[in-house]
């Protein structure tokens, strides 16, 4: 890390995130102008103002350019998704925003009063509103009490798309737009439906023209600042950078610098148009290696100067930041926009695909230590050991669980599975936390409302009541008191789950209306194949591939308890039903009971099989479990885009729950595996906190059984090592076979903490002197001191293993 690199990092942790109102005055004053006027064409025009009429910033020592708002690591607003939290929390309702025990965002008084001057337009026209008001007061109940939630894809804009960076590279913009301009020019408005797609595609070309005109206005700035300085050298750079951005993205990149410059422009972009999170990266290092290669034949780049344009570019994407209400911030704490990059895996003719760039990304994100882009490498059974070893070794540094690891095994089996083509399948990328999507071709490799497993696990022992709000959902065919065994429960439960998974559906279809009518984003869509050539948005259907499916929390967990029930009252009749009963429902405080209500829990927590040990008795359940759910979504439902071009359509399995598994975790009354009411559950499909006792063999050997074939939409494997398992080669080597074997029987994905748990736990009591210490949070990492307590600490009650 050279000066430059080490003065733009410490300059980015001594930056508040502030909330910056500017992008919201100007599309709101575009969007009262265009009243009248079709959704895709006002978004576009609206898109195009704020490009146009935004502050330009270039700081010094800067060499990747472009701004999302006044100041770095600030936030835009985007009223037209959701207002009424920023008029409650502006008040400190529940929090105000510099006053948030996490993720706390700073402002000035006027830019407070900007903000809810424009909201008094959008009252009563936000998605947010409007979606719930059309949902049935049963799916709003079934919110209300923390079954299902879809806060964050209609109170924000939808993310979870990788856009086509090679396209760009290598076309250029110009290229997008002649086909547009060339499409409307086909149309023959005499055909149904060709009127709207006209409109598409003039909002998608006027899309375009923005962003090919901030590109102009940034490299004027360039050239304003640079005629501002003195110093020679950095003002060469700032006319350099002026020429790149006058270049990209309008015409093909020519240079390594204008490739990366150029993706990060289009990743600016698309963050602005519309307020999604989760835009990734797809695979860097194999569309930006021909622009390396090319420079460093010809001398004009040396490998040095390479490194200090990814690690400049790495920065910059810390940059971006997304404002979401204290409530979805619960999800997805950590000022995370879930940039995934991913780098290795094989080429289309079967050959390891790792690459020089491939281990420059694994010396930035050793070197910065940041926690965005989440760099990812994909394993198959070429990639070299070398390269793994270089990874391990920056996993021990980085300490934040990057880079992660994933198989592209287990995910091209999925995705085959699914009907993707087969050219297709090795450009798999995670997106997001985790998610598999074909870059260019996919339009949201996540969506669909939340599912509380454990949470339906708990309704479901009540006869279909929710305790928390004395609400009937659906009466359980049997009486549970009455079940004499295990296996009519699980019946019970899966009838149960059914029900709030059809509800589920019901709500993102719902959803996916609200959003066609008010939330065209036509300059992304034309970066994913087919958009243009069907005039279709991501939303309406325009893409190649398409699936649905939101995150679920606590799976696991609830496997637990159900070998929990089967172990402790059905097997070893240490328990009747009846007092298992009693002991959740007092959460385990009942002390006239015989055993006392903590006994009961200890007995759960300790004489009852848990997930994670290689034990056949509780990993059948889950494996059980796991299966009901992945082939009743994969199976029994479709998406609202079936039928009009996308395939497969269906929906698909997500545990990739951030910090859900906490939120949720509240909802939740006092369960049969031991965990008290309120307690997290959970985090992906890693075992639950402190059950694992066997090491990280035992746990990967649980991992293995489950049924991967159902989680395109990924299941995050944490495991926390001791700082001893990383320390050195021979133990780096056997963590690397414990991988080989765990991606050889399909397990999709794993990731490493090595921080030592006092080091945690010290920065608790003095967080003024780790304002840089790395921590994996679910599929993504964070500062652990910008975490809530409660985060921090399920992060600390990981168990701690040994190789």
Request: with cysteine; net charge negative.
């Amino acid at each position: 890390m050279n000066d430059r690199i080490t003065k733009l990092r410490k300059r980015l942790f001594e930056t508040q995130p502030k909330i910056c109102s500017e992008r919201c005055v100007i599309f709101t004053d575009s969007m009262k102008k265009s009243e009248g006027l079709p959704i895709a064409i006002r978004r576009a025009d609206g898109f195009y103002e704020v490009l146009d009429k935004m502050s330009i910033v270039i700081s010094d020592d800067e060499i990747i350019v472009g701004n999302q708002a006044k100041w770095p690591k600030s936030s835009p607003i985007y009223l037209e998704y959701s207002y009424e939290w920023l008029i409650d929390e502006f008040h400190g309702s529940p929090y105000y925003f510099n006053e948030r025990p996490g993720d706390k965002f700073y402002y000035e008084e006027k830019t407070k009063q900007e903000i809810l001057t424009c909201i008094d337009y959008w009252k009563g026209k936000s998605l947010y509103e409007n979606f719930r008001k059309t949902l049935p007061k049963e799916i709003n109940d079934t919110w209300n009490a923390g079954i299902i939630d879809d806060t964050w894809v209609s109170a924000a804009g939808l993310g979870n798309v990788i856009v086509d960076y090679n396209l760009v590279l290598e076309k250029g913009l110009k290229d997008v737009i002649a086909r547009i301009e060339q499409k409307i020019s086909e149309l023959d408005l005499k055909e149904p439906g060709n009127i709207k797609k006209k409109w598409f595609l003039e909002g998608a070309l006027k899309g375009n023209q923005a962003v090919v005109n901030f590109s102009n206005r940034i490299a004027y700035q360039c050239e304003m600042k640079a005629n501002e300085i003195k110093d020679k050298n950095r003002k060469k750079e700032l006319l350099d950078l002026a020429n790149i951005c006058r270049n990209v993205p309008l015409n093909p990149a020519k240079t390594f610098h204008e490739a990366v410059q150029c993706i990060y422009l289009i990743l600016l972009a698309v963050h602005l148009e519309s307020n999604g999170h989760a835009i990734s990266l797809g695979r860097f290092d194999q569309y930006v290696y021909p622009f390396y290669k090319n420079d460093i034949e010809k001398g004009t780049l040396t490998r040095e100067q390479g490194l200090e344009i990814i690690e400049a570019f790495f920065i910059k994407c810390n940059e971006l930041n997304k404002l979401r209400s204290w409530p979805d911030t619960e999800f997805f704490l950590g000022y995370q926009m879930f940039i995934n990059l991913a780098i290795g895996g094989q080429t289309i003719d079967g050959k390891d695909a790792v690459n020089d760039i491939s281990y420059l990304c694994v010396e930035a994100c050793q070197d910065v230590k940041l926690f965005t882009p989440s760099i990812s490498i994909k394993w198959f059974n070429k990639t070299d050991d070398e390269f793994m070893m270089k990874a391990l070794e920056a996993v021990m540094v980085h300490q934040g669980g990057q880079p992660a690891f994933y198989n592209d095994k287990a995910f091209m089996r999925t995705l085959e599975n699914m009907g993707i083509a087969k050219e297709d399948l090795v450009d798999w990328s995670p997106d997001g936390c985790i998610e598999a999507s074909i870059p260019g071709k996919w339009d949201f490799a996540a969506k669909g409302p939340w599912l509380n497993v454990e949470k339906i696990l708990e309704i479901t022992l009540n006869d279909g009541v929710d305790k928390k709000t004395g609400i009937l959902f659906k009466k359980t065919s049997k009486n549970i008191r009455n079940c004499e065994s295990t296996e009519e429960i699980f019946n019970e439960y899966k009838q149960m789950l059914k029900f709030f998974m059809d509800l589920q559906v019901i709500t993102e279809h719902i959803n996916d209306e609200i959003h066609v009518l008010n939330d065209i984003n036509a300059f992304r869509a034309s970066l994913v194949e087919d958009c243009i050539g069907r005039g279709l948005d991501l939303v309406e259907g325009g893409s190649l591939y398409s699936a649905d499916g939101g995150p679920t929390a606590g799976t696991i967990s609830a496997g637990d308890a159900l070998a929990a029930i089967d172990t402790i009252v059905f097997d070893k009749k240490l328990l009747t039903i009846e007092q298992l009963l009693h002991a959740l429902e007092t959460n385990f405080q009942d002390n006239n009971t015989s055993p006392k209500g903590e006994e009961i829990r200890l007995i759960l927590k300790n004489k009852a099989p848990k997930f994670g040990n290689d034990d056949d008795i509780v990993d059948s359940w889950v494996v059980k479990l796991e299966d009901f759910i992945g082939s009743s979504y994969r199976n029994d439902y479709k998406s609202s885009k079936h039928g009009k071009g996308p395939i497969p359509c269906c929906y698909s399995y997500s545990q990739s729950p951030v910090t859900g598994n906490i939120a949720f975790g509240r909802c939740i009354g006092a369960t049969p595996d031991g965990r008290k009411s309120g307690e997290p559950v959970n985090n992906g499909i890693s075992p639950a906190n402190g059950t694992e006792k066997n090491g990280a063999t035992a746990a990967c050997n649980s991992i293995a059984k489950l049924p991967s074939i159902w989680f395109q939409k990924g299941a995050i494997f944490n495991m926390r090592l001791t700082k001893s398992a990383l320390a050195t080669k021979e133990n780096r080597k056997r963590i690397i076979d414990m991988v080989k074997v765990l991606f050889n029987n399909y397990g999709q994905q794993i990731q490493f903490n090595v921080v030592d748990g006092e080091i945690y736990k010290e920065a608790m009591k003095n967080p003024e002197k780790y304002n840089d210490l790395m921590v994996r949070v679910s599929g993504y990492s964070a500062l652990f001191t910008t975490l809530v307590p409660e985060v921090q600490l399920d992060v600390i009650n990981r168990t701690e293993l040994e190789i």
